[in-house]
């Protein structure tokens, strides 16, 4: 008896059996009914924001382009980038600093992050309001009653932006030395040694091997924390700094004005949010090049000859 034969014209019974049945796709009326539902709760909302005279719409649009909000707007960005600026080059150096191998270097660096992270801003920043309460004179020199030379009074060289920008920017390289730290942690140790055997310098392989691999991993968790910033210069408002949120503020203390001048300010951040947000996605596409994941191929089955 032929069972080979028997099996191998089960095989393409089966075979044609499947081939001849019809997928349809599964109808899912609770998620339908909840997307129209969504949508129209959504719809909803923006009429009741749009038609309620309480928001104030015209008095938004009439403060949106005021010279003062203006203002206002563009020393929160001088705020934004110095203080990352600086928080990013302290914290290459702190990050450095913590994986370098010597105890010292990194237990310095670990204290600092301790101490930055575990702190508010809003209390750092009003420290270094107050720091000629503790320092009345600013000088350089040895200790223990050794020369010194004095450089000038604290009340005048720590001015209230000065404070800011000083607040901002030490707290920021606590959490870039992490984010930094976590993307040298993230090369491969073999590209280490391949930079050892051919001759590298431990600088040189930091600044051609290291870091230009860890920027994939460091870009993202920074351009949040360039976002946070954005939003967190509003707190140096009460260092009485004419920053956007102290702009709209000083406003509505005049004309009572407070839910559409706050809608102004909410207007610039989620602009201002917005273009940070598309520079920091072509940052990624840039130097996450040669690691996205290949999209897979489709095969077309081949059809099946006619008898």
């Given at each position: 008896m032929d069972t080979t034969g028997a099996t191998a014209r089960s095989v393409t019974g089966l075979q044609q059996t499947l081939t001849s049945l019809e997928v349809h796709k599964r109808?899912?009326?609770?998620?339908?009914?909840?997307?129209?539902?969504?949508?129209?709760?959504?719809?909803?909302?923006?009429?009741?924001?749009?038609?309620?005279?309480?928001?104030?719409?015209?008095?938004?649009?009439?403060?949106?382009?005021?010279?003062?909000?203006?203002?206002?707007?563009?020393?929160?960005?001088?705020?934004?980038?110095?203080?990352?600026?600086?928080?990013?080059?302290?914290?290459?150096?702190?990050?450095?600093?913590?994986?370098?191998?010597n105890p010292v270097f990194a237990g310095v660096s670990g204290a600092y992050v301790w101490f930055f992270r575990g702190t508010p801003l809003l209390v750092q920043l009003i420290f270094w309001y107050n720091i000629a309460a503790l320092y009345p004179v600013i000088a350089l020199g040895l200790p223990f009653g050794g020369p010194s030379v004095v450089i000038g009074s604290a009340n005048v060289l720590i001015t209230p932006l000065g404070a800011a920008l000083l607040g901002l920017s030490l707290n920021e390289a606590a959490y870039m030395a992490e984010i930094i730290r976590s993307g040298i942690s993230s090369v491969d140790e073999g590209q280490l040694d391949a930079g050892r055997a051919l001759g590298m310098t431990r600088s040189t392989l930091l600044r051609r091997v290291i870091l230009p691999q860890a920027m994939r991993v460091v870009i993202p968790p920074t351009g949040n924390q360039v976002i946070s910033m954005l939003k967190g210069t509003s707190l140096v408002s009460v260092l009485a700094i004419s920053d956007l949120l102290y702009a709209v503020q000083s406003i509505y203390s005049l004309n009572y004005e407070v839910i559409p001048l706050l809608l102004v300010a909410c207007i610039w951040y989620l602009v201002l949010t917005t273009v940070l947000s598309v520079v920091q996605s072509r940052l990624e596409e840039r130097y996450g090049r040669g690691f996205a994941p290949r999209r897979a191929v489709r095969t077309r089955r081949p059809k099946e000859a006619v008898a």
């Amino acid at each position: 008896m032929d069972t080979t034969g028997a099996t191998a014209r089960s095989v393409t019974g089966l075979q044609q059996t499947l081939t001849s049945l019809e997928v349809h796709k599964r109808r899912r009326i609770g998620t339908l009914v909840g997307g129209v539902l969504l949508c129209l709760a959504v719809v909803l909302f923006l009429i009741d924001v749009a038609t309620n005279p309480r928001f104030g719409w015209p008095v938004v649009g009439a403060y949106l382009f005021d010279p003062q909000v203006l203002q206002g707007m563009l020393l929160t960005l001088m705020l934004t980038v110095v203080s990352m600026t600086a928080g990013i080059v302290l914290g290459v150096v702190l990050a450095i600093m913590r994986v370098s191998g010597n105890p010292v270097f990194a237990g310095v660096s670990g204290a600092y992050v301790w101490f930055f992270r575990g702190t508010p801003l809003l209390v750092q920043l009003i420290f270094w309001y107050n720091i000629a309460a503790l320092y009345p004179v600013i000088a350089l020199g040895l200790p223990f009653g050794g020369p010194s030379v004095v450089i000038g009074s604290a009340n005048v060289l720590i001015t209230p932006l000065g404070a800011a920008l000083l607040g901002l920017s030490l707290n920021e390289a606590a959490y870039m030395a992490e984010i930094i730290r976590s993307g040298i942690s993230s090369v491969d140790e073999g590209q280490l040694d391949a930079g050892r055997a051919l001759g590298m310098t431990r600088s040189t392989l930091l600044r051609r091997v290291i870091l230009p691999q860890a920027m994939r991993v460091v870009i993202p968790p920074t351009g949040n924390q360039v976002i946070s910033m954005l939003k967190g210069t509003s707190l140096v408002s009460v260092l009485a700094i004419s920053d956007l949120l102290y702009a709209v503020q000083s406003i509505y203390s005049l004309n009572y004005e407070v839910i559409p001048l706050l809608l102004v300010a909410c207007i610039w951040y989620l602009v201002l949010t917005t273009v940070l947000s598309v520079v920091q996605s072509r940052l990624e596409e840039r130097y996450g090049r040669g690691f996205a994941p290949r999209r897979a191929v489709r095969t077309r089955r081949p059809k099946e000859a006619v008898a």
